[in-house]
């Protein structure tokens, strides 16, 4: 690695969370706003954007639609694969606390899982 490269943090989870679709489908878009808003207060609050935590940062996207498009809004959480429906504020607090930083996810709230396949070349 040359001097000049970039060192990016390591990840620990990538949260993507279907949250206001263009096509308004899974959930009212202010329900998901309101989760949308937790999700990055707790985040946040947790320390869990830390560059410095030692299991990585914890990174967050809002995107448009994640083909479940019903109960939402739609959490899913890499590199689980675990899916959670009708994730309102009051849901996002327990799931982070539980699932990412205690690893536990929360089985009455999932609806599917859904991990990535292991042999691909380019993982170690
Ligand atoms: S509109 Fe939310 S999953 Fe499709």
Not at 12 to 39: F, M, Q, R, Y
Not at 76 to 99: C, L, M, N
Request: glycine share 4%; net charge positive; hydrophobic share 35%.
């Amino acid at each position: 690695m040359s001097e000049s490269a970039i060192v990016q943090p390591q990840i620990s989870h990538h949260l993507l969370l279907c949250a206001t679709p263009t096509k308004v489908k899974c959930c009212d878009p202010s329900t998901g706003i309101a989760s949308w808003n937790e999700l990055k207060r707790v985040i946040r609050e947790l320390g869990l954007e830390n560059t410095k935590r030692p299991e990585g940062i914890v990174l967050r996207s809002k995107v448009d639609c994640l083909r479940v498009c019903e109960r939402g809004p739609i959490l899913v959480v890499w590199p689980d694969g675990i899916w959670y429906t009708e994730v309102t504020t009051d849901k996002i607090e327990p799931i982070v606390q539980q699932h990412i930083v205690q690893q536990q996810p929360i089985q009455k709230w999932i609806h599917k899982t859904t991990p990535f396949k292991t042999n691909s070349p380019l993982v170690e």
